[in-house]
């Protein structure tokens, strides 16, 4: 069956390091999304793709960069954790169809903990 | 800039009770509405998906509406059960049908008692 997988599922990291978060989605979907979740907040977008070479900045992107290097794939990247970063990451894809966003489906998700 | 609010945040009933949950948002230019369910540590499971032409959507015992024109959407959950305790999550596009995400509501954290 087809997936979204995302990698690591628990990760603890300390202030100022580099954090790469993976998604791989085996739908072959253009759109891939990048949401945080937290307590009090919900979910907020992070960054977007609409395909290859493709990456869009959302609601709360400073600090993240994404790179779409291929359709499967949209790996989330921390340049220098802080504190603030500390959350549960889900990564999302879906296939637009007749210009709607089409139905969304996300990953078990990435629980980050900066220390 | 749209926002989804959901009533109520919390809701916890004996089992077989029908239940409604509801979902409000403030642009009522969207495409179409999607309700979701998450379990505790776990990802978001997609339960229906509205599009804006419809008026309903089911599927087994839930039951979805939308309402554009007033903003409001309901999932309706027939004979409750335990295993349907969870939070449920709706949540409509950013801008019209751009596929630049969704807007998500906070939950209604559902407990169905045994």
């Known amino acids: 069956d087809a997936e979204i997988t995302q990698s690591p599922r628990h990760k603890i990291t300390e202030t100022g390091r580099q954090v790469t978060l993976a998604c791989h989605q085996t739908w072959n979907h253009n759109n891939m999304f990048w949401y945080r979740q937290d307590l009090g907040h919900g979910l907020r977008l992070i960054h977007y793709s609409y395909g290859v070479q493709d990456t869009n900045k959302g609601e709360v992107s400073d600090g993240y960069s994404v790179s779409r290097s291929n359709t499967e794939d949209l790996p989330l990247t921390l340049e220098s954790a802080a504190s603030s970063q500390t959350s549960v990451y889900f990564c999302?894809?879906?296939?637009?169809?007749?210009?709607?966003?089409?139905?969304?489906?996300f990953g078990e998700g990435s629980r980050l903990t900066v220390l | 800039k749209q926002e989804v609010t959901q009533i109520p945040a919390a809701l916890s009933v004996p089992e077989g009770e029908n239940l409604v949950l509801n979902c409000s948002f403030t642009d009522s230019a969207i495409y179409n509405l999607q309700w979701f369910r998450q379990d505790p540590g776990k990802g978001l499971t997609s339960l229906l998906l509205?599009?804006?032409?419809?008026r309903e959507q089911t599927s087994g015992r839930l039951n979805a509406s939308l309402d554009k024109s007033s903003g409001r959407s309901t999932l309706y959950i027939a004979a409750s059960q335990p295993g349907d305790s969870a939070t449920y999550l709706c949540?409509?596009?950013?801008?019209?049908?751009?596929?630049?995400?969704?807007?998500f509501g906070k939950g209604t954290h559902l407990i169905i008692q045994p």
């Open positions: 999302a894809s879906s296939s637009p169809s007749a210009g709607n966003t089409g139905e969304l489906f």
């Open positions: 949540a409509v596009p950013n801008s019209g049908g751009g596929a630049d995400g969704l807007t």
């Open positions: 509205i599009q804006s032409s419809q």
